[in-house]
């Protein structure tokens, strides 16, 4: 990938976001709450959170938002009038400091939401997004991208990768086209990298499993009851993991209103919840919660990879961190790597 | 000048309260026409989504209405219905919802004056409280 | 924790238990539920301070039940949900063992559903100081403070129900909210799919919630879900007299009544 170096002083860090909430965007970053760090608007440096490993939730509501206007409905004498969204007014947004692993969260998204459908409201909110991410300098148990083929400095999904360096300044690798006209607006604020502009360390994540390996010993685990019982027994089979994750893209569709007139809307769904897949016959094919294990885990690292050619993980470890009962999905994909054929 | 005028959503049950409000028009009593009349059984079959969709629709009060204890038509749906009542309306409190939108009155089938008495109270409880905005809010706020 | 794990291989070994739902180590400090299932599972399961999700939720999970008769290692949450779910004919004396643990850390014997209902009946239920000063929090805040604040709250659930799926009373196997004929429950994570949410979830533990807390502890963004079933549980035991799990044999509040309940608010 064609990068181009700038340098981004710490003190400019107040300016850029100043510039960007006055351009009229929506500044997406990591702010803290209580004991939690998560995504809200800012519209000042000073509320961007520090020393933290990554946030709650993912930044994927700035493109698959968690409750979607689809469109309105109106029953008129004459028949019933359909009003679809106006894109240009979906807010332009930059998300600033999402870490590598999120901003490679996108593609899994984009894969999905332009497979065979183009999801136009979907793809009008991607276009009018910005990634500006911060390289991760620590991590913790839960992390696991170096397995999924990324990294703490990975520019995939970016438009401008920062990476603090030892002066306390940031390098500032111009990653798209999009990045690039966004940092040839503040000439100011993206200087010329000095040629020694040494990064700081990033964080050390060991690698744990190869991905592509576990894809195919996946293949070959499908019949294996007793192992996707044994990982699920514990699981509650809620949505946390799959609404904290950043490439989780299920959703349900709500019609909400009157006789007279309502609105259609999407919102997400999990595919660990019991009534996922039950049909209107009052057929289940995943009724017990080991199926519904199993189709996550195949699904993210079988079913996409061989289908989409895309991963539905990034490693950012936050369905185990979010789980009220420790499923560790870094520990439950080695374990798997260990099964005995 | 014009005055708000409040949206009262009654919840009454067909064999006491609704006979009793029957009771007033017959008696040609006159009362606020704020009240958009909900018949049921029993004030047992009162579900609490009953009550938050009628505010979700625009109502500003409500009114529950149902027979007197040991009078039930069903024997004990009311004694059911004033069990419920007594924690939905702490819920309610305690989420900061005001609970003088929500009256709650046994009204038999003979007290059509009654039904004039307590609807008139009601609406202008209601009115000085003003129109619902909050619970209007929470029906648009949080989608994309 | 010797005694337990003990215990716990006797059950296995004689085949008296097909499985032991205790805590086992997890990520980092974490403890997690784990399903011993043979002798040398036993020496995994460990209890400390840290052990505190209400395992009796995974009685009502099929695929634990498949594999055998459970023995499930319960504090006093627990106890009482066991009591409380006797009561709902959910789980018969002879379906479960029952491997108690004292506030002290001893194993209790408790070998039937009577020893149970007298531990609880010596235990005290009042809610500890700090649980009062959570609720009391909330209570001294004026209306409109209170609706500020539950607004704040409620607006960040992302109804993933993570609440309802770590409650050992929401065993439904339909949830209302997953009854849509009509949809009466909103589903959307709007602020108004997450009041209705909330508040039909408190209305249907009021009178059922042990104080275990699990809600508030599963909730990915913290939100203090359990301040509401914990005011349920006051108002209900301040109004009738009755609190969940102290008996296999008690009335439910909401389905049961006294010709002379009193209240102050019907004219």
């Known amino acids: 990938m064609d990068t181009n170096k700038k340098l981004l002083k710490s003190q400019s860090l107040k300016d850029l976001l100043g510039k960007l909430t006055q351009s009229g965007k929506t500044v997406y970053a990591p702010k803290r709450k209580g004991d939690q760090v998560d995504f809200q608007p800012i519209t000042s440096s000073e509320e961007l959170a520090q020393n933290y490993v ?100 990975d520019p995939t999904g970016s438009d401008i990768l920062l990476t603090k360096l030892s002066s306390g300044d940031f390098l500032a690798e111009i990653v798209t086209d999009q990045g690039k006209s966004l940092a040839d607006s503040m000439t100011e604020l993206f200087l010329p990298a000095p040629a020694d502009a040494k990064p700081a360390t990033l964080a050390d994540v060991p690698i744990k499993f190869n991905h592509e390996e576990l894809s195919k010993k996946l293949a070959s685990l499908f019949d294996r009851t007793e192992v996707w019982v044994g990982q699920s027994l514990r699981c509650l089979g809620c949505g946390a993991c799959a609404f904290v994750c950043p490439a989780c893209a299920c959703f349900d569709i709500q019609d909400e209103g009157t006789t007279h007139d309502g609105v259609r809307l999407r919102c997400w769904d999990s595919c660990g919840c019991s009534l996922f897949t039950l049909h209107t016959s009052g057929h289940n094919p995943r009724e017990v919660q080991s199926q519904r294990w199993r189709q996550r885990v195949m699904h993210k690292f079988s079913y996409m990879p061989e289908r989409l050619n895309v991963f539905g993980c990034v490693g950012c470890g936050r369905c185990s961190r979010a789980c009220p009962v420790d499923m560790n999905l870094k520990e439950h994909l080695t374990a798997v790597m260990e099964v005995k054929a | 000048m014009s005055s708000f005028e409040p949206k009262i959503v009654a919840f009454v049950c067909n064999w006491c309260t609704y006979a009793g409000a029957d009771l007033t028009g017959t008696s040609r009593i006159k009362y606020a026409p704020n009240v958009k009349v909900i018949r049921f059984p029993c004030t047992g079959r009162i579900d609490f989504m009953l009550l938050l969709k009628a505010f979700a629709r625009g109502a500003d009060g409500i009114i529950v209405s149902g027979c007197h204890p040991n009078d039930c038509h069903y024997t004990s749906g009311n004694f059911h219905a004033r069990r419920r009542w007594m924690v939905f309306r702490r819920l309610l409190d305690f989420l900061g919802i005001d609970v003088r939108r929500v009256h709650f009155f046994w009204i038999s089938a003979a007290e059509g004056a009654k039904w004039a008495e307590m609807v008139n109270e009601t609406v202008e409880t209601v009115r000085k409280l003003g129109p619902f905005e909050r619970y209007q809010k929470l029906t648009t706020a949080g989608v994309a | 924790m010797d005694d337990l794990r003990k215990k716990a291989k006797e059950l296995l070994e004689s085949k008296q238990a097909g499985v032991v739902i205790g805590y086992g180590n997890g990520t980092g400090d974490r403890v997690r539920a784990i399903f011993a299932q043979s002798p040398a599972d036993a020496d995994k399961l460990v209890f400390d301070d840290r052990c505190l999700q209400n395992l009796t939720v995974y009685l009502s999970k099929s695929e634990v039940r498949k594999i055998g008769k459970p023995a499930v290692v319960v504090t006093l949450p627990g106890l009482r949900t066991i009591l409380q779910l006797a009561s709902e004919k959910q789980v018969a004396e002879n379906d479960i063992i029952v491997l108690g643990i004292s506030p002290e850390g001893a194993l209790l014997d408790l070998p039937g559903f009577k020893a149970i209902t007298d531990y609880v009946a010596s235990a005290n239920l009042d809610y500890t100081d700090a649980e009062m000063r959570n609720l009391d929090e909330v209570l001294k805040l004026s209306l409109d403070e209170r609706f500020q604040f539950w607004n704040d709250e409620l607006s960040r659930c992302i109804k993933c129900y993570a609440c309802r799926q770590a409650c050992s009373l929401c065993y439904c196997s339909r949830c209302t909210v997953e009854c849509n004929q009509p949809q009466w429950i909103a589903v959307p994570s709007h602020d108004l799919g997450d009041f209705e949410w909330h508040v039909m979830r408190a209305m249907h533990l009021a009178g059922r919630c042990v104080n275990c807390g699990d809600c508030a502890r599963a909730c990915p963004v913290d939100i203090p879900i359990n301040l509401i079933n914990h005011l349920l549980a006051q108002v209900t035991f301040d109004s009738f007299g009755l609190r969940s799990g102290t008996s296999p044999e008690a009335d439910y509040a909401l389905s049961t009544f006294r010709p002379d309940d009193k209240e102050d608010f019907i004219r």
């Open chain 1, 54 to 153: 990554q946030t709650v939730q993912s930044p994927k509501s700035a493109v698959f938002p968690r409750v979607e206007e689809l469109f309105r409905f109106r029953n008129n004498s004459d028949g019933v009038k359909l009003t679809e969204r106006d894109v240009k007014t979906l807010p332009d947004m930059v998300l600033f400091g999402v870490r590598p692993c999120d901003a490679a969260g996108l593609q899994p998204l984009r894969a999905i939401f332009t497979w065979d459908y183009q999801d136009a409201l979907f793809k009008s909110r991607m276009e009018k997004v910005t990634v500006i991410s911060l390289a991760c300098q620590s991590a913790d148990e839960y992390c696991f991208c170096t397995s999924v083929g990324l990294s703490p400095g």
